[in-house]
C-alpha cells in the first residue's frame, strides 16, 4: 500500500526531534509499491530523501525541499536454511532492529548481540552499518533487496557489498537506493548465553549513554584511532547546552534534545564544539548522523 501526506513534521518522524516539514511524505508497505514511487517524487517535484526510523537524522528547521520516502516493509523475520553451517534469517526493511535481535536471540541464532540498544529499523541498519560493541551490521550479512528507480528491484550477495566504519555501499555510483529487505547469515547457539551477551551489552550501554534521552546516537564519526566522545569531553563541551539542545552529560558525543529545541541551536553547538576540537586537537570531526537540510551543513 501507498500512502502520502503532505507537510510532514521531521521533529514528529525523528528520534532527536527536531526539523520543520518535508514537501510530503510517500509510504511503502510492500516492495512491489516502490515501482510507482518514481513518478510520484516527480509529481510532487522535490528532492527524495529516504527516511527510515528516523534514529540517525538532524533535520533542519523550516520549510524543507524534500520528498521523504519512508520504506515501511515489515515483513517478520523467517530462517530460511542453512548455508555452511549458518542459518539465514531474512527480514523486512522496516522491521525493528530490536526486535530482530530479541527474534533471534529466542531462536538460538547468534551474530547480532552487539547491536543491542540501537534504535531504528533493519534497512536503517543496514544503509549506516550501524555497529557497536564490536559488531557490524553488514558483517553479518548473506544478502539485500534493494530498488533504485533506474534499476528496478534486484538482489545484492554480500560478497559484492563494500562496508566500512559507518560506510555501506551495494554498488558503485549508485544513489537513491533503498534496502527493502536483508538475509542474515548467523550462527546457532545456545539462546541463553545470547540473551546473557545482550544484557551485558545493554547494561554496559545503559551505563555509557544516555539511551533514554532524544538524541541520534553519535552526533560524530570516531576518528581513526581515537574517540569523538573522549575529545569532546575533553575540549569541555560535555553537558554544554544552548536554547534546549546538549551534549550530554552522560557521554559528550550524544547531542540531545532536553525539550524545546531546534535545528539552529544544534548545528550552533555542532560547529562549536567542531571549532573548540579542531583548536585543541587539531582534528577535525566529522558528522555521524545524516543531515537534512536545503543548504550545505
Ligand atoms: N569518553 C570520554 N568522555 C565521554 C565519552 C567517552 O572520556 O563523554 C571515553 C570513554 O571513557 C572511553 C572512550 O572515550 O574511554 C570511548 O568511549 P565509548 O566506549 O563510549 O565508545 P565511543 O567510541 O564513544 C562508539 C560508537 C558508539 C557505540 C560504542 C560502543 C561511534 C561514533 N560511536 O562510541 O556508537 O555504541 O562505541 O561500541 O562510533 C553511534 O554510532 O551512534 C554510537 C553511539
Not at 542459518?87 to 526493511?93: P, R, Y
Request: proline content about 4%; glycine content about 12%.
Amino acid at each position: 500500500m501507498i500512502t502520502i501526506q503532505e507537510k510532514p513534521s521531521l521533529a514528529r518522524r525523528t528520534t532527536l526531534g527536531i526539523g520543520g516539514t518535508a514537501l510530503a511524505e510517500v509510504q511503502v508497505t510492500d516492495a512491489l509499491d516502490c515501482f510507482a514511487l518514481d513518478s510520484i517524487v516527480k509529481k510532487i517535484g522535490g528532492t527524495p530523501f529516504i527516511l527510515g526510523a528516523g534514529s540517525n537524522i538532524l533535520a533542519d528547521d523550516g520549510e524543507l525541499p524534500f520528498v521523504l520516502i519512508h520504506p515501511n516493509i515489515r515483513t517478520e523475520p523467517i530462517i530460511s536454511y542453512e548455508v555452511e553451517g549458518k542459518a539465514l534469517v531474512t527480514v523486512g526493511a522496516g522491521f525493528p532492529l530490536q526486535k530482530l535481535l530479541y527474534f533471534c536471540a529466542e531462536n538460538g541464532l547468534s551474530g547480532l548481540e552487539g547491536l543491542v540498544g540501537i534504535p531504528g529499523n533493519v534497512g536503517g541498519a543496514v544503509a549506516m552499518n550501524a555497529g557497536s560493541y564490536g559488531v557490524e551490521t553488514c558483517a553479518q550479512l548473506h544478502s539485500i533487496v534493494l530498488y533504485h528507480p533506474e534499476h528496478g528491484i534486484w538482489q545484492v550477495d554480500a560478497a559484492a557489498i563494500q562496508y566500512g566504519y559507518r560506510y555501506f555501499c551495494p554498488c558503485e555510483n549508485l544513489k537513491n537506493y533503498m534496502v527493502l529487505q536483508a538475509t542474515f547469515a548467523l550462527t546457532q547457539k545456545e539462546s541463553n548465553g545470547i540473551k546473557k551477551s545482550m544484557s551485558l551489552n545493554f547494561l554496559k550501554k545503559k551505563s555509557t549513554q544516555p539511551v533514554a534521552a532524544r538524541s541520534a546516537g553519535c552526533v560524530f564519526k570516531n576518528p581513526l584511532g581515537e574517540s569523538a566522545g573522549r575529545l569532546l569531553d575533553a575540549a569541555g563541551l560535555k553537558g554544554k547546552q544552548m536554547c534546549g539542545m546538549a551534549f550530554s552529560s552522560v557521554h559528550a558525543n550524544f547531542l540531545v534534545n532536553e525539550g524545546g529545541g531546534s535545528a539552529q541551536a544544534a548545528f550552533a553547538l555542532i560547529d562549536c564544539a567542531r571549532e573548540a576540537v579542531l583548536q585543541q586537537f587539531g582534528i577535525q570531526l566529522e558528522m555521524e548522523v545524516r543531515v537534512i537540510s536545503w543548504q550545505s551543513r
